[in-house]
């Protein structure tokens, strides 16, 4: 079966320290990992894919196949980036079927 | 484009009742998802509908049953409503069945009594 796990529910840095939101997850095919994020009184979007390996808004993720991880990081925190966040994992037979973490809440301190 | 719209925002129905929530997709998208929200926990899947067909379902009990019309927008039904019923309702909606990158709109908030 598929699982995601987001094994912190709360998390707090302050402005400019680095952040890392954990997710790992199992399946044991050929994965696609997301993260997902919803700020205040927004609709849940999405903020980057593993497949496409780029940075939006500073953040990256890298999967690892190895440790079954893809966590999400930012080397310099802001205080718009608080918010909640979701690792979401896709199978290929399932097609658009998204399997979600239960979520971090970020918060990011002056 | 308003993208995804759901009616209505906040519902409240007592047990054992019948609900219907609606969706409409962000505009160009044919597919839409819904997911089952609990107090503190992600997005569960529901089902999804491409075509007017239900083409995948989660694992919720046959009370959950929904509708996709010509128009792409779709429709939620839940019938005898229990208190655990009681969640965000959200949709979602692609372009193509197999797309990951979803768009949700801002979910229906439904309180069981």
């Known amino acids: 079966a598929q699982r995601v796990t987001q094994p912190e529910k709360l998390l707090s840095v302050f402005k400019g320290a680095p952040v890392e939101l954990k997710c790992n997850y199992s399946?044991?095919?050929?994965?696609?990992l997301f993260w997902y994020v919803q700020y205040s009184r927004q609709r849940l979007q999405l903020l980057l894919r593993h497949i496409s390996r780029e940075s939006i808004k500073g953040f990256t993720a890298d999967l690892n196949k190895g440790e079954t991880s893809f966590h999400l990081k930012k080397p310099f925190a802001q205080e718009e980036d608080s918010a909640m966040y979701y690792c979401a994992l896709g199978r290929g037979s399932t097609l658009g079927r998204l399997y979600f973490g239960r979520g971090t809440q970020l918060t990011v301190w002056p | 484009d308003a993208g995804v719209t759901q009616s209505p925002t906040h519902l409240i129905k007592t047990r054992g009742q019948q609900v219907t929530l609606r969706c409409s997709p962000k505009s160009g998208h044919d597919t839409v998802s819904w997911y089952q929200q609990a107090l503190g926990q992600g997005p569960q899947f529901i089902f999804q509908y491409y075509e007017e067909e239900e083409r995948q379902r989660g694992n919720f009990p046959d009370r959950f049953s929904g509708h996709q019309f010509p128009n792409y927008s779709s429709e939620l039904n839940v019938n005898a409503l229990l208190l655990g019923d009681s969640a965000l309702y959200l949709c979602?909606?692609?372009?193509?069945?197999?797309?990951?990158?979803?768009?949700f709109g801002p979910g229906t908030r439904l309180t069981v009594t």
């Open positions: 399946y044991s095919g050929s994965p696609e």
């Open positions: 979602a909606s692609s372009y193509r069945q197999g797309t990951y990158e979803q768009y």
